[in-house]
């Protein structure tokens, strides 16, 4: 990897949004310029003043905030991302994607999102929500565009179930995100 990656992370309303904090703080340790971008949903279970602190740069949490310079921060994050990391991603934001909707600051960058860029999904739901057809359309969709997967894994989830669903460690979808930042790299 040439210079400092550039990489979104996107965290949406899942109970595993906690998470994303420790996999910011992960990503910066490894030298890479971290943008988070959290959904309304995700702001009810953390609040942007972690990431805020743990990536020390600002929080996109709305899709009119007003950022420094004349271009939207939902385009100029979308130009200028060597990846676009969701973790954690739930049924409705892959939904979401599958369809091309863009109704927050999340979604305007990834359908926006320049052509070099990767697009990295770490799903977390309940096991039922995961293995129903709708879902597992949409992720047939989103890889057959390239996206790639990470999880979900197998066990005990927040809901009281055991089974698919919870998101993979912080340090496994890091090291995923450098790996594919190291093949498209020269």
């Known amino acids: 990897m040439s210079g400092r990656a550039k990489i979104i992370l996107g965290v949406t309303g899942s109970i595993a949004a906690h998470k994303a904090a420790d996999l910011a703080s992960i990503l910066v340790k490894k030298d890479c310029q971290v943008r988070v971008v959290m959904t309304a949903d995700a702001q009810k279970f953390i609040t942007p003043l972690p990431f805020k602190t743990l990536s020390r740069q600002s929080v996109v949490t709305d899709l009119y905030q007003e950022e420094e310079g004349w271009k939207p921060a939902h385009i100029e994050l979308a130009d200028e991302a060597d990846l676009l990391m969701i973790a954690p991603a739930t049924a409705q934001t892959i939904a979401k994607l599958a369809l091309g909707l863009a109704d927050d600051a999340l979604s305007c960058i990834a359908l926006a999102l ?7 999904i770490a799903p977390a739901m309940n096991g039922k929500m995961w293995m129903h057809p709708a879902t597992q359309d949409n992720v047939a969709t989103l890889k057959k565009r390239g996206a790639v997967f990470i999880g979900p894994e ?6 009281g179930y055991e089974g698919v669903g919870r998101l993979c460690p912080d340090e496994e979808i890091a090291q995923h995100a450098l790996k594919l930042l190291n093949k498209k790299d020269p």
Do not use: V
């Open 154 to 159: 197998e066990g005990m989830l927040s809901c």
């Open 114 to 120: 320049n052509s070099k860029a990767q697009l990295l």
